[in-house]
């Protein structure tokens, strides 16, 4: 082999082994990219949810009444009856203004046992008081009793109390958290002590949860142990930069200024800004441990980041978890979508820390 022919042949290695190379970091490289985007994607089944939500939203018939609550508010006398699964049993309480469900373990697991509320004073076991979501205009239903089985299902078998408190417009505020103030009072005559009591809700259950919280104290009542707070709405004046931002990405609520959000008949001539109303402008210092979830294309999202901000600022122990282009109270996925399945197992794991 001539010495040009020796050159030759080496300059075409050379660019064979700097085009291997090259192939090797593009293959990273896109291997990379498609992590990154697998870590940013949302679930199949998310994805699909979304996308039937804005489509029912969008809908002529049906989308107002979906975005305004109408559809909300009739659901609960649409529903079939409710029984709760096997091992566990349903206890109707009826207080003066309001009812309540307590939903128990059953002992030994005799299904035909009758279980009662003393209970909970005899087994001093955790409870989940539960203030279900609805703009304040919606009553309890079955999804609800399906968050109470969840609950219950953790480690540590808890009892979970779920009110079904006074909704508007027929009672507007304050009697949710007169509602709500009641049902805590009712565990703590029970014998329950107060860092027994965990308070969790979602929307205007979060912000609910937040109310009585800073009305608990303000009273100088005992605090509960811990808030869980599923996208709470604690700013009924809607003041957050993300009603503007995500206000065409919200599947539920995006795209119009019709929708409860907006109109709102719980506090009617009061100012929406008043702590027990809007729990964003509360004062937060010296309240319990809370966990905050709230999807990145709420509109709401706001609501959650500016609260766990302001709880932070005053010392709180305060977890924030944003999940990525989730829509609001994507909990209701329970096990059927990857994100939901996360949400709570975070939420078990903080009740267990």
Known sequence: MSRRDLGTSIRRRGKTVDKSAMEQMLRRERAMRKRRRK??????????????????TSLHGIGPLIQDGTLRKRVADMEPAWHPPRGFSLVPIEMSNFSMELLLHQIGGDSEQVDTAERLLMENREVVLQLHGGGYIGKIRNAYRDFAVLY????????????????????????????????????????????????????????????????????????????????????????????????????????????????????????????????????????????????????????????????????????????????????????????SRNAWKEIEEFLNC
């Open 39 to 56: 870590q940013k994607s949302i679930s199949l089944a998310a994805a699909v949810s979304k996308n039937v939500i804005a489509l029912a």
């Open 152 to 339: 219950a299902k953790m480690p540590g078998k808890r009892a979970v109390l779920s009110v079904d408190y006074r909704v508007a417009p027929e009672n507007p505020y304050p009697a949710a958290l007169e509602d709500a103030c009641a049902a805590y009072e009712w565990l703590l005559e029970m014998g329950c002590a107060s860092d027994k009591i965990v308070v969790a809700g979602d929307s205007a259950g979060g912000g609910l949860a937040l109310a009585l919280c800073l009305y608990l104290k303000d009273k100088k009542k005992p605090l509960p142990k811990k808030l869980v707070l599923m996208s709470p709405w604690t700013d009924l004046a809607a003041t957050g930069d993300s009603y503007e931002t995500n206000f065409e990405k919200d599947p539920l609520f995006g795209n119009t200024t019709d929708s409860m959000i907006y109109n709102n008949a719980y506090y009617g001539d009061n100012d929406p800004k008043l702590p027990y109303i809007s729990p964003l402008y509360g004062d937060y210092e010296g309240l319990p441990p809370m966990l905050f979830q709230v999807g990145g294309a709420e509109m709401l999202l706001s609501d959650s980041v500016r609260a766990a901000k302001k709880a932070k600022a005053a010392e709180c122990e305060v977890h924030l978890t944003v999940y990525d282009e989730m829509f609001h109270v994507f909990q209701l996925g329970m096990k059927m979508m990857k994100e």
